[in-house]
């Protein structure tokens, strides 16, 4: 062999080994994404579990007591089956599957997912039909180091946060008092039928409307579909500012946020791909969010949620946070971390079967 494709297969082994130290860095000494996701995942599960005992506190301190029956661990978010702000009809055992505070968990492994990083804006459209999954977006966007910017309404169907006594807004209170969340919402609906209660009993919609013009902000009114959609979006943006909104997150079947489209329940549970666009009288703020290029987070088919992502249905007790297959699986390696070993794979061999062409064996 000449001293020529020595040193070429010399320089060969160097830069292969070169790579060696540079993959050894990328994947060890720098944490992969994986654990940093895990990491918040769990965060947010704490943040949810301390949420639920500051709520479960405060509703007991009201005196409103929590049915053992329907509310078997006792988390105080599961509400009554009719009351005057009773919407629509409901599945108890979803509600109490959202209490699992693995949701917040989720969450958070849908937001990274949808890109959403420390300093982005995520909109959510909030029905009071799901208080826990309320309570998971708030947990996991603070995890996240992000800002929720919340429009949330406060009619729900059955076992939601329908006890009249204790509304979402109560529980707002609640968790503004533990200072667990920083800020309330940029706008509050009666919600139901068309965003005004048209489905509630009218003493309901009554109690709620003194509730919200009691609160001060902003007050959608509007039973037109897109002028409605259209608040809501302009307020978005107003609040966002200059910076993008990454992600909507839609809690429950919210009129407004669902449209009027029936294809709106082919929408898959969790990061919805392929958002179908009905014409724009029909369309939902989902829609609109998915038509200006934003993720759309869906959070309604419960059984859906837990069958795709791999949550316990109506688990008693409550997992602890952060306990079970779930987060274990979250902690496996990232696609970025599977790419970023097959390019190394691939780099090497090809730099070493360039070594071997230049010094055959005899």
Known sequence: MSATSAGRTGAAIIAAAALSLVYLFVTVAVPPAATRVRAEM???ARLMAAAESAIKSCRESRNVPIDPIADPNGTGLIGVEQSVITTSTGRLEAKRTTTNAAFAGLLVSLLDEAGVRRGDVV???ASSSFPAL???TLAAVKALGAEALVISSLGASEWGANV???TWMDMEDCLRAKGLFPCGPIARAVGGDEDV???MAPEGRALLTARIRAAGGPFLEEPGLERNVGERMALYRER??????KAFINVGGSWANM????DVLKLEPGLARGVLLPPPARRGVIQAMAVAGVAVIHLLNVRGLCERYGLPWDPRPLPE???GPFYRRAGRASGTVVLITAAYLVLVGALLAAGRRRFPSA
């Open 197 to 199: 209660g048209r489905d």
């Open 240 to 245: 966002a500012g200059r910076r993008p909104i």
């Open 259 to 262: 449209g009027t489209d029936p």
């Open 164 to 166: 009249p006594s204790f």
């Open 42 to 44: 769990v965060e947010a």
């Open 321 to 323: 946070p952060g306990e």
């Open 123 to 125: 909109a959510v459209g």
């Open 134 to 136: 309320i309570v998971a």
